[in-house]
C-alpha cells in the first residue's frame, strides 16, 4: 500500500476556497478511484487555515493515475494562487494498518 500525506496552509480568508477546492478532489476520488483505498481529508481545529490529507493506494500505479488525474489539476490550479508556502508531502510505504 502506498500512502501520501500533505500539510497544506490556505492564506488567511482562503480557507473556504481551499477546503472546497479539497472536497472536490474527495469527490472525484469517492466516484471515479476504485484503486484509491483511502483520501482524508482534514482541517486543523486550532488553525482553520491548515489542511491536511492522508491518501491511501492500492499500489503505485494507482497513487501515478490519482496524481495524474484532471481533479489534481484542477485542485492545484485553484490552490496555487492561494497557498500560503509550499505544501510538504510525504510519500511512504504504508508498514501498518487497523
Same mark, same amino acid.
Given at each position: ?23 472536490? *478532489? &474527495?469527490?472525484?476520488? $469517492?466516484?471515479?478511484? +476504485?484503486?484509491?483505498? @483511502?483520501?482524508? /481529508?482534514?482541517?486543523? !481545529? ?25 481533479? *489534481? &489539476?484542477?485542485?492545484? $490550479?485553484?490552490?496555487? +494562487?492561494?497557498?500560503? @508556502?509550499?505544501? /510538504?508531502?510525504?510519500? !511512504? ?6
Amino acid at each position: 500500500m502506498k500512502t501520501i500525506s500533505a500539510i497544506l496552509r490556505a492564506r488567511p480568508g482562503a480557507e473556504d476556497t481551499l477546503r472546497a477546492a479539497l472536497l472536490d *478532489v &474527495a469527490a472525484h476520488v $469517492a466516484e471515479n478511484e +476504485p484503486d484509491t483505498v @483511502g483520501f482524508f /481529508v482534514s482541517q486543523d !481545529a486550532g488553525d482553520p487555515t491548515r489542511f491536511t490529507t492522508y491518501e491511501r493506494f492500492a499500489d503505485a500505479a494507482a497513487m501515478d493515475r490519482h496524481n495524474g488525474s484532471a481533479a *489534481v &489539476a484542477r485542485f492545484f $490550479a485553484i490552490a496555487q +494562487p492561494i497557498l500560503d @508556502g509550499e505544501v /510538504v508531502l510525504v510519500t !511512504a510505504d504504508e508498514i501498518s494498518a487497523r
